[in-house]
């Protein structure tokens, strides 16, 4: 059998430390937002969600993918202060050295990182840029965005739908001047930059399909399509859906769609749908706009 004439495509899991998938050869890419023991006002945070402050004892502490193959990671890091490890996660004090931790992870542990104190001498230097990497691929970490055995996972696949990643289900993602970014710390919860799906997508040669925040303004959606338009390959095809399963009322997105429904539509029998529909025609006029101008012009 041709398997080509048969393609697949196939949703990637969503970003999460217990995620049976390892997209990125720095796992912290992957950890939970950081949990502070103390007051939210004794925990200082800089744009990219790194600790640039703690005051009267507070520590924050995030859990981290382990995937279970009971091996050693090297943990490295800009700045001053003190990490420490638990859960299953242990410091091999004789192969570590400031700046670059190597640690074993036990088989099935909820491996934790804690950052107890940073930036000790008040100059600024605090604990930023952590990467937690196995320790096989240390020597691509700088080089490399994506966990090549996740690469090898995707091979035979055509399309890659972004659903999860991108947050999709109950997104608050709105203004484009509050998006996640590459730099941030992680990208558990509000969801991966458009920059790193089209990285993915280049780099595999597959298809990507983008679906749409019900709350993203317009200058989100040209924002993003724009990004799209000049970053990714052009042999590639672009799939666009406005956000996903609005009828499932478990989403907040059908509630909101029932809402503006109601104000918008308020003498249709399906008002949630007639909103659905206005704003997904909006959304795709603005995709095809991006994608189609140069070749207009």
């Not at 020597?139 to 696949?157: H, K, M, R, V």
Request: one cysteine or more.
């Amino acid at each position: 059998m041709n398997n080509s004439a048969f393609p697949l495509g196939t949703n990637l899991n969503g970003i999460a430390n217990f995620s049976p998938q390892y997209p990125f050869v720095d796992y912290f890419k992957s950890s939970r937002d950081w949990s502070a023991n103390g007051k939210e006002n004794q925990v200082e945070f800089d744009q990219d969600g790194w600790v640039k402050s703690l005051k009267g004892g507070a520590s924050v502490t995030t859990l981290f993918p382990n995937n279970n193959l009971g091996e050693q990671f090297v943990v490295s890091y800009e700045g001053q202060g003190t990490i420490k490890y638990g859960s299953g996660a242990t410091k091999i004090e004789s192969a570590s050295k400031p700046g670059r931790d190597v640690i074993r992870v036990e088989p099935n542990a909820n491996a934790q990182l804690s950052i107890t104190a940073t930036d000790p001498k008040g100059t600024g230097d605090y604990i930023r840029d952590i990467q937690i990497v196995p320790k096989q691929y240390e020597n691509i970490a700088q080089s490399q965005t994506f966990n090549p055995d996740f690469l090898e996972s995707l091979e035979g696949y055509k399309v890659l739908r972004f659903m999860d990643w991108m947050g999709t289900n109950g997104s608050e993602a709105g203004k484009w001047n509050e998006r996640v970014e590459p730099d941030d710390a992680n990208y558990v919860g509000e969801g991966v930059p458009v920059e790193i799906m089209v990285e993915l997508a280049n780099e595999t040669g597959i298809d990507p399909w983008f679906t749409m925040p019900h709350l993203a303004t317009d200058e989100y959606v040209r924002n993003f399509a724009q990004s799209v338009k000049d970053n990714l390959d052009p042999k590639l095809e672009v799939y666009v859906e406005f956000s996903n399963e609005v009828w499932n009322n478990s989403f907040q997105q059908t509630q909101y769609a029932r809402q503006q429904g109601e104000k918008e539509f308020p003498k249709s029998k399906s008002p949630d749908r007639a909103w659905f529909g206005k704003r997904t025609s909006e959304v795709t006029q603005i995709w095809t706009m991006c994608l189609v101008q140069d070749k207009t012009g």
